[in-house]
């Protein structure tokens, strides 16, 4: 069993940045062993991927709608991931989740199979 539990949302101005913060902690499990990624879901709207790192050499995927803006990293000996936001848009507004694979390559579509609980953005105009 694995439990995420991100922080570092909250309301920022447009062009704000943020940094987001997802906690894994692991029974028997190492998290370290894990891709991690970060989704959103706006009100109204179907979840979206946003990032994601894997856990075999760093390689990362963002979408194209953050490219350039968002950078996402791990810090393997804190269990922690991170999503830089810079440049923030109103359209960024989302609850932003963290999520862990167990897949090496990550991509949009990679498998989940555990869930954070959420922390809110909010990006005025």
């Known amino acids: 069993q694995v439990q995420l539990v991100e922080s570092g949302g909250g309301l920022v101005q447009a062009g704000g940045s943020l940094r987001l913060s997802c906690a894994a902690s692991?029974?028997?499990?190492?998290?370290?062993?894990?891709?991690m990624g970060w989704f959103r879901q706006a009100p109204g709207k179907e979840r979206e991927f946003v990032a994601a790192?894997?856990?075999?050499?760093?390689?990362?995927y963002y979408a194209d709608s953050v490219k350039g803006r968002f950078t996402i990293s791990r810090d393997n000996a804190k269990n922690t991931l991170y999503l830089q936001m810079n440049s923030l848009k109103p359209e960024d507004t989302a609850m932003y989740y963290c999520?862990?694979?167990?897949?090496?390559?990550?991509?949009?579509?990679?498998?989940?199979?555990?869930w954070g609980q959420g922390t809110q953005v909010t990006v005025s105009s």
């Open positions: 999520a862990a694979s167990p897949e090496v390559t990550v991509r949009a579509t990679m498998k989940i199979d555990y």
């Open positions: 790192i894997s856990w075999i050499g760093g390689s990362t």
């Open positions: 692991g029974r028997y499990v190492s998290v370290n062993r894990y891709s």
